[in-house]
């Protein structure tokens, strides 16, 4: 259980490193992020989805939404409970693709991260 959860923080950090000094603008740095969510749903598999991510994002919207609500504060309720919703899609993906996950399959790994590669490559509209 610890290494998996090691593996994830590792797998989160990476991304955050890639995102905040690799890309630089908000479009490439959504384009990237958004290639991670899109995999899943094309997939069908939560293999690159960290579950701990998504439902400590859950629980941090909805603690500060729960603030905001008692604060009567607009300004943080707005933007975390979209943060909940999000949180929430996550883990609703998460339930939804878990059991069609396989996890130990590498040869299926490797054809994904070449498609991945790909589709990095030409763009979300599909012109290189």
């Known amino acids: 259980m610890f290494i ?3 593996l994830e923080a590792i797998f989160f950090a990476i991304v955050v490193v890639i995102t905040l000094i690799g890309l630089h603008g908000t479009k490439s740095r959504s384009l990237f992020v958004g290639i991670l969510c899109k995999r899943v749903i094309k997939t069908k598999s939560v293999k690159y989805m960290p579950f701990s991510l998504s439902l ?3 629980a ?12 009567l ?8 409970g979209l943060g909940t919703l999000s949180g929430l899609v996550q883990l609703v993906l998460f339930a939804t693709y878990y059991r069609t996950t396989k ?3 590498e040869e299926d790994t490797n054809k994904q991260e070449i ?5 990095a490559e030409t ?3 599909g012109q290189p």
């Open 115 to 119: 498609e991945l590669q790909k589709s």
């Open 103 to 105: 996890w130990g399959d």
């Open 123 to 125: 763009g979300q509209d």
């Open 73 to 80: 504060d607009p300004f943080v309720l707005v933007p975390n």
């Open 4 to 6: 998996a959860l090691l």
């Open 60 to 71: 941090n919207g909805i603690v500060w939404s729960i603030y905001a609500l008692i604060k």
């Open 56 to 58: 400590a994002n859950f």
